[in-house]
């Protein structure tokens, strides 16, 4: 796996009431390293992917902590640079029964959304890069990292790098600003040939709304719609969630390709330890079948074994090896002794 890829996006520290506490029930948080991106990052540096990370941190025990953290996963944090004043907070208050899964961010002012378009030597960060992985989240924090995100593709696309982007709809943070998430985010997958998301996301960056009108699938209508409005996409991965219960879901993958699509399997999930992570989980998936050479059932089938894989920990990255992926697929449930 010579080939090396970029992600690019804010890293932020997660806390979350133990159990299935509400938040601050008790004086205690569990705090883990988190961040969309970051965790892409973090589970492709561990399947053996030579992955670096370009970020924004401050100079204190939080900002060196997160770095150390992704450090350790294998993960080239020397693109993450540090400034600003804080780090992005956010918090997860775990549901149950039928109480629904809450969150709360606190990561307006953070090193990562403050910095300034000036602080990204493109240039530098790209030296060498196959693929930059990004998400929706950074450009609905505000208007400079809207700008910011756009630059990144612009300067990927100008050297021949591929790019992916997941949408990551983030409706809490365009609502800070007046923003038009349609404009930017249009702008930004307009270079990518690789795209997470449904066809919620793509009626959202076309302005139509008439995938799910006859009441078949919506999802190669809306595929078949991106693929003529944006010339450079060539895949869009996504999955399908059925919520029965709050440990009780079933999942499913998709990919579609301009020629073919493939619809893998609904998976029963049962017992859900953390949810949060699973879409960068299913990217992380995806991703790491494309570079190996797959071709799209075996994305489909590795995308959603790592998305379906992470329900089973705690926490906001998924951290498995390709000994557990293999397990996995495998169908291996029994102890490995």
């Given amino acids: 796996m010579s080939r090396r890829l970029l992600a690019f996006g804010e890293i932020m520290l997660r806390m979350s009431p133990p159990g299935r506490e509400l938040l601050m029930q008790t004086p205690r948080l569990d705090v883990w390293v988190a961040g969309a991106e970051a965790n892409v990052a973090t589970q492709l540096a561990r399947l053996g992917h030579a992955v670096s990370f370009a970020s924004r941190v401050p100079d204190n025990d939080l900002g060196r902590a997160a770095i150390t953290t992704l450090r350790g996963h294998g993960v080239d944090t020397r693109g993450i640079h540090y400034g600003g004043e804080r780090i992005g907070l956010y918090f997860v208050t775990s549901g149950a029964g039928s109480r629904a899964t809450d969150v709360l961010y ?3 002012g953070s090193a990562f959304a403050e910095a300034p378009e ?6 530098a960060l790209l030296e060498g890069v196959t693929r930059l992985h990004l998400s929706g989240i950074t450009p609905a924090l505000g208007l400079v990292s809207a700008r910011t995100a756009l630059a990144a593709v612009k300067a990927a696309s100008a050297r021949g790098i591929s790019v992916s982007f997941d ?16 404009q930017f985010l249009s702008e930004i997958v307009a270079y990518a040939d690789l ?14 709304n008439e995938f799910l009108r006859d009441g078949s699938d919506p999802r190669r209508g809306a595929a078949e719609a ?17 919520i029965e219960h709050v440990d009780r879901h079933r999942l499913s993958a ?9 619809q893998e399997k609904e998976v029963p999930l049962a017992g ?7 879409g960068d989980a299913f990217a992380a998936g995806v991703l790491h079948a494309l570079e190996s050479g797959q071709g799209i059932a075996g994305i489909a089938r590795t995308g959603l074994a790592l998305a379906t894989l992470k329900h089973s ?10 000994a557990d992926l293999d397990a996995y697929l495998a169908g291996q449930l029994d102890v490995r002794r």
């Fill in 195 to 208: 795209m997470f998301g449904d066809y919620r996301d793509i009626e959202m960056l076309l302005g139509r």
């Fill in 118 to 123: 000036t602080v990204w030597d493109w240039a």
């Fill in 313 to 322: 920990l705690p926490g906001d990255a998924s951290l498995f090896q390709q």
């Fill in 254 to 262: 998709r990919i579609d390709t301009r020629a073919e699509c493939v």
């Fill in 167 to 182: 949408g990551n709809w983030r409706g809490k943070l365009w609502a800070r600003w007046d923003g038009d998430p349609r």
């Fill in 106 to 108: 606190d990561r307006a």
């Fill in 272 to 278: 859900i330890v953390d949810r949060i992570g699973g």
């Fill in 226 to 242: 991106a693929f003529a409005a944006f010339p450079r996409l060539q895949m869009i991965a996504s999955t399908k969630r059925v």
